[in-house]
């Protein structure tokens, strides 16, 4: 899964791109799915990388910021794990968030909501997969996308979601 600091600027950005209000609904939805000890049931998959946004669409709707939030949050796992990323090494890849925390915190002045803020580190180091650059492409591109016609895309398993690779 992407991290917090992520998940939120893109969060954010899309907010921003689709000239909606700030919504503290909408953000949380964006962070809920990732704060739980079982996340294949939050991300309708055995894990983040296999997020079926199908499961989703047919068990959800997106008829609320909350929703439209959480749907964000699965469609990023979905992007990021089967689209941005060339390679998984889960304990660099995490170490890798600690370092892009900062400078990509800063670039979207995103707002850690209180039930995060002590699980998002900020370190000093040189990450190995997840580039400053590499975050920032995933977060601007995302927060681009329809998420309404992803929506109706999934729903329909259009096979628009199921072309990229699995890492996994």
């Known amino acids: 899964m992407p991290g917090y600091v992520i998940h939120i600027a893109t969060a954010q950005e899309y907010l921003k791109k689709h000239e909606k209000e700030y919504s503290i ?19 309708y ?9 199908n499961a989703f669409a047919n068990n959800n709707k997106i008829d609320t910021d909350f929703n439209k939030g ?13 689209k941005y990323l060339e390679k998984l090494e889960k304990p660099q890849l995490y170490y890798d968030y600690d370092f892009t925390n900062k400078p990509l915190k800063e670039k979207y002045n995103v707002e ?3 039930e995060i803020k002590d ?19 995933v977060i601007d591109e995302i927060s681009a996308m329809d998420l309404d016609e992803i929506y109706n895309e999934a729903k329909r398993n259009d ?8 890492l996994v």
């Open 159 to 166: 096979n628009k979601w199921n072309k990229y690779k699995k």
């Open 112 to 114: 850690l909501l209180e």
């Open 45 to 53: 998959g055995k894990s983040p990388a296999y997020t079926s946004l």
């Open 70 to 82: 959480f749907f964000l949050h699965l469609v990023t796992d979905y992007l990021f794990y089967n």
């Open 119 to 137: 699980k998002v580190f900020f370190e000093t180091g040189k990450p190995q997969i997840l580039t400053f650059e590499l975050a920032c492409k």
């Open 25 to 43: 609904d909408f953000i949380r939805g964006t962070i809920k799915p990732d704060l739980t000890d079982d996340k294949s049931k939050t991300h």
